[in-house]
């Protein structure tokens, strides 16, 4: 009896645990009984029988987590089952298939911008297409370059120079002009005397050479050209020279601190490396020293104290002059050479009024005549003002900004010839801005005072007057409008590109064809 009772303990408390919770609430009891035990200093006792109970316990515990793992494996693995599936497929598909969701290159969706290689043919063409014109026009005309020849284009006469003498005779008015500011200066004449000399010097600058241009016979066109150009770039310095100084004077005469700089021009840092060149304020600068170096320096704003390079690099003023030269040969070349012959085939379709024929004519001189423009741009603007720059350590280099990137008319003519750009922006448009005048119309009087002198470096030296280079510039004024209303980005670009290459050229090419009929066309 007693061996069974004690079977029988161990079996319905072995019962309870189950019903209690399973392994877990056995091990709770456990541990919760154990540590009872523990905590009261007590050691449980190792009876065979409990022992035994427990490992019973275990292999109970361990069987139902067994199961439950079992259970989990198998639903994950149904789980699975469709993804492995999936991916089978998925897998099979990408390694038959070729074709994904995408845009032709061509297309604006795509974002595909490298057209390098395009851009590459299309020079390469253009220099087949170029070389092709050259070898034709060889095999017709034969070599018509003669660097002889273009010593007549300056003189008639070898013993009469009148395009260096107006040009020498120059001095004149750059002396008037300085002395003038000097007695504007000690206050020994007033400020209106003033203004009246300066209008007179600056009028007398612009009548005086047109006028011995069109009354000396031996005065040629290209010499004519060279004068009127140099007395129009004076006119502008000389312009500028007495409004910065009258600034200045304004400046003292209000009691301002600041004298070291001109009203309008910003504040530039005067030394640069090793070398420091003296600061100079008002009236200080009224100097022959300071005057000629302004005279000559590439550029039409005057102010007291231009920003100076620390040196003069050698290597760099050396490439320039080489550019100078070889450039000014490659433009006499090409103009003997392909602008001669095609002007002279193109007077018969002038003379006879053919349309067609004149249409033809005038789209064949754009081309050369666009090419000679291209590269007397690169010759003036880069080779000679930087050459000028470098001798002189003249330190603002913006001559020209990138106008070939120009979407509207407007921001090629800001940014193609910069010097020219900022008297207009200084001394011309802001000033009429202050006195109320709205920016359209002052707009349109930078044009019509760009296409007068633009006329004016045509017409006198040709001695022929038939407005198509005032027409021309005035007509940039609607065409600027057009294209800034309707036309965006690459179509505005294309629209300034033709301007410039059927425009402004047509224009100046008609004043050529006409001379040429004027004066050769009964011998041709």
Known sequence: MS???????????????????????????????????????????????????????????????????????????????????RSAVEDINDRLSCHVLQESLLSSASGYSNYRGILNWCVVMLGLSNARLFLENIIKYGILVDPIQVVSLFLKDPYSWPAACVIIVSNVFILAALYTERRLAVGTISEMTGLILHIFNLTALLIFPSATVLTVPSMTPVGGVLSLGIYTVLFLKL?????????CREIRQAKAKRLTRSYSCPSVAQSNGSAVHSHVSYPGNLTHRDMYYFVFAPTLCYQLNFPRSSRIRKRFLMRRLFEMLFFMQLLVGLIQQWMVPTIQNSMKPFQEMDFSRMVERLLKLAVPNHLIWLIFF????????????????????????????????????????????????????????????????????????????????????LKMFRLWAFMGMMAQVPLAWFVSRFLNGNYGNTAVWISLIIG???????????????HYGGTT
């Open 504 to 518: 402004q050229p047509v224009a100046v090419l008609m004043y050529v064809h006409d001379y040429y009929v004027i």
């Open 378 to 461: 690169y010759w003036f603007f880069h080779s000679s003002m930087n050459f000028v720059a470098e001798l002189l350590q003249f330190g603002d280099r913006e001559f020209y900004k990138d106008w070939w990137n120009s979407e509207t008319v407007t921001y090629f003519w800001a940014n193609w010839n910069i010097p020219v750009h900022k008297w207009c922006l200084r001394h011309f448009y802001k000033p009429m801005l202050r006195k109320g005048i709205n920016k359209f119309c002052a707009q349109t009087a930078v044009f019509l005072v760009s296409a007068f002198f633009h006329e004016y470096l045509v017409s006198v030296p």
């Open 239 to 247: 312009y500028s020279y007495q409004d910065t100084n009258r600034w």
């Open 3 to 85: 061996d069974r009772a004690e079977m029988r303990g161990p079996v319905t408390r072995r019962r309870r645990t189950t019903i209690s919770g399973g392994g877990n609430g056995a091990t709770g009891v456990k541990q919760a009984n154990g540590s009872k035990l523990h905590d009261a200093g007590e050691k449980p006792p190792q009876c065979p029988a409990k022992a035994k109970k427990d490992e019973v316990d275990r292999h109970a515990s361990n069987n139902r987590k067994a199961d439950g793992q079992m259970r989990v494996s198998g639903e994950q693995q149904l789980a699975n089952a469709p993804r492995k599936q």
